[in-house]
């Protein structure tokens, strides 16, 4: 079946540390998107990809770095620069014309 | 801007309708959707309608648009336990900055009691 794949689902880090986060899908789907989730303040996006090995800052990509090198991934790096990266992070993808996102599962992140 | 905005919080009993409502700012939205996230989930698109009409009605869920006023709502009839969720609306924007944007609301925490 076709999807998303989130991994960790849940994943820790200690402070100063950089974690990333994993994200496949197997769509074909162009455009890929990371969104951050905290309580009361719905989706923000953090970076996009349309095409392979080009991506864009969203609303909040300060201390997140992603990569596109393959169609299927777009894996997003959590750095020591972000603040406060204790969250739920969503990867979402569609295709131009299609009607609204697919979204992964989700990766919860807790920093310890 | 582009803003969506819903209300945070709704508690149902249990066979009731339940309405979401929700209000957006910009007026080129072709589509709006209706995603529905359980706890430690994705977001799961439940139904959409397009900016041209004014009703869609997909089993118990009904989507009602006021494109005057830039509202939406979601009725879901004869409200479950399983209903129990967040309720995301989202609008698309026409001019979107070249991708395809969809601008989310906080989401509505539903929640259906016996």
């Known amino acids: 079946d076709g999807g998303i794949t989130q991994s960790p689902k849940y994943l820790f880090r200690k402070e100063g540390q950089n974690v990333t986060l994993s994200c496949e899908q197997n769509l074909n789907h162009d455009a890929m998107y990371w969104y951050r989730q905290d309580p009361g303040q719905g989706l923000r996006l953090i970076y996009y990809?349309?095409?392979?090995?080009?991506?864009q800052k969203g609303d909040i990509a300060e201390g997140y770095s992603v990569s596109r090198e393959k169609k299927e991934s777009f894996p997003l790096t959590v750095t020591s620069a972000q603040k406060n990266p204790t969250a739920f992070y969503l990867c979402?993808?569609?295709?131009?014309?299609?009607?609204?996102?697919?979204f992964g599962s989700g990766t919860r992140l807790t920093v310890v | 801007g582009e803003d969506v905005e819903q209300s945070l919080f709704l508690s149902v009993r249990e066979g009731d309708s339940s309405v979401i409502n929700c209000t957006y700012t910009d007026s080129s939205s072709t589509y709006l959707y209706w995603y529905k996230q359980e706890p430690g989930a994705g977001l799961q698109l439940l139904t959409y309608i397009f900016s041209n009409m004014d009703m869609k009605q997909d089993q118990r869920l009904t989507v009602l648009l006021n494109k005057k006023d830039k509202h939406l709502s979601l009725r879901i009839a004869d409200t479950q336990t399983g209903d129990s969720a967040i309720y995301f609306c989202a609008a698309h924007p026409l001019f979107s900055g070249g991708y395809n944007k969809l601008i989310f609301g906080a989401g509505t925490r539903l929640a259906v009691h016996p």
């Open positions: 979402a993808s569609n295709h131009p014309g299609d009607y609204g996102y697919t």
């Open positions: 990809s349309q095409i392979v090995n080009d991506f």
